[in-house]
């Protein structure tokens, strides 16, 4: 039974497949001959807002030829306070895949053990496995080989995006910067794990920005973290993409955001529309790569 948890536990051999099988899915898109999911009912278990994701995997598991139920966590026992381990002993019985976004990582792995379905970390405090994917394939298209690759991260360093960024770069061999501020910066157990020389954590925000072929930024404030945006945003003004940090980069730099964007926060609103192309392609390519994901799943 195979799953998608996170990057860290996805080998590169794997990483590669489904690059190669979301850059198939977007070229052959509307002609499809293998539909994996026919006859299958997948079930998308959400406890926090998503356009993006929502949207890719509903529209990604139809284009498969499976059926999709979307189960918001307020609307089922589980917002109620039913444990996720009865949940997936459920669902398991009933669906044929599950596609979960929720906080704890934790609820996302045991609903994979207890519910015999192949599941989907569509989000978790600790990662954003899915987007990641999305990313890279959008920077393959634009730049091709990634091994060369330097990717700047800038803003807060600790939350799911940038450490999905970091088990990508830990398994494919480019160059990672992270540029955040102290108390912002990826917690020291994941960077211990690490064994690449290629990822480096800063405050230097400009040094880190310097010669990057890609400076990619997220939200101030994630979901579940509202009650510090105050503080959030006074500690991350600095970490901002924009036009001046921009130059730094090499001249045609790709500037990415895996989206909802807060202009004026964490990007500029100039910068966002200069580069806004590829912005909504990393978009659009979460439906490519869900396609990929789900294939793999069930293959
Ligand atoms: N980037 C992303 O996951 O977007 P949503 O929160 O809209 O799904
Ligand atoms: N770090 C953000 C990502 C949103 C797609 C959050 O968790 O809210």
């Given at each position: 039974?195979?799953?998608?948890?996170?990057?860290?536990?996805?080998?590169?051999?794997?990483?590669?497949?489904?690059l190669?099988?979301a850059h198939r899915m977007k070229a052959e898109r509307g002609?499809?001959?293998?539909?994996?999911?026919?006859?299958?009912?997948?079930?998308?278990?959400?406890?926090?807002?998503s356009t993006r994701t929502r949207v890719s995997f509903e529209v990604g598991?139809?284009e498969?030829?499976?059926?999709?139920?979307?189960?918001?966590?307020?609307?089922?026992?589980?917002?109620?306070?039913?444990?996720?381990?009865?949940?997936?002993?459920?669902?398991?019985?009933?669906?044929?895949?599950?596609?979960?976004?929720?906080?704890?990582?934790?609820?996302?792995?045991?609903?994979?053990?207890?519910?015999?379905?192949?599941?989907?970390?569509?989000?978790?405090?600790?990662?954003?496995?899915c987007q990641i994917l999305a990313d890279l394939q959008t920077i393959e298209e634009r730049?091709?080989?990634?091994?060369?690759?330097?990717?700047?991260?800038?803003?807060?360093?600790?939350?799911?995006?940038?450490?999905?960024?970091?088990?990508?770069?830990?398994?494919?061999?480019?160059?990672?910067?992270?540029?955040?501020?102290?108390?912002?910066?990826?917690?020291?157990?994941?960077?211990?794990?690490?064994?690449?020389?290629?990822?480096?954590?800063?405050?230097?925000?400009?040094?880190?920005?310097?010669?990057?072929?890609?400076?990619?930024?997220?939200?101030?404030?994630?979901?579940?973290?509202?009650?510090?945006?105050?503080?959030?945003?006074?500690?991350?003004?600095?970490?901002?993409?924009?036009?001046?940090?921009?130059?730094?980069?090499?001249?045609?730099?790709l500037?990415m955001h895996c989206l909802p964007a807060?202009?004026?926060?964490?990007?500029?609103?100039?910068?966002?529309?200069?580069h806004a192309e590829t912005i909504f392609s990393q978009a659009e390519n979460r439906l490519h790569a869900q396609k990929a994901i789900?294939?793999?799943?069930?293959?």
């Open positions: 039974m195979k799953h998608l948890l996170s990057l860290e536990s996805l080998p590169r051999q794997d990483i590669e497949l489904l190669q099988s002609r499809h001959s293998a539909h994996p999911l026919r006859h299958q009912c997948w079930g998308l278990i959400f406890s926090k807002s598991i139809r498969l030829g499976g059926d999709v139920m979307f189960l918001s966590a307020n609307d089922i026992q589980l917002g109620r306070g039913e444990p996720i381990s009865d949940t997936a002993r459920v669902l398991g019985r009933m669906l044929h895949g599950a596609v979960i976004r929720t906080f704890a990582q934790s609820d996302v792995e045991d609903f994979a053990r207890l519910s015999g379905i192949p599941t989907i970390n569509a989000l978790t405090d600790a990662e954003h496995p730049l091709g080989d990634l091994s060369e690759r330097v990717v700047t991260f800038v803003g807060d360093g600790a939350c799911n995006v940038p450490v999905s960024w970091i088990w990508a770069a830990e398994h494919l061999g480019f160059e990672l910067r992270i540029a955040a501020p102290k108390s912002f910066q990826p917690d020291p157990a994941i960077l211990a794990r690490l064994t690449s020389k290629k990822i480096h954590v800063t405050e230097e925000l400009e040094a880190a920005a310097a010669g990057a072929d890609v400076l990619y930024t997220d939200v101030w404030v994630s979901m579940g973290r509202e009650e510090e945006a105050a503080f959030r945003q006074a500690q991350l003004a600095h970490y901002q993409i924009h036009p001046k940090l921009v130059s730094l980069a090499k001249p045609g730099a500037v807060y202009r004026g926060k964490e990007i500029t609103a100039e910068v966002f529309e200069a789900l294939s793999w799943l069930v293959s």
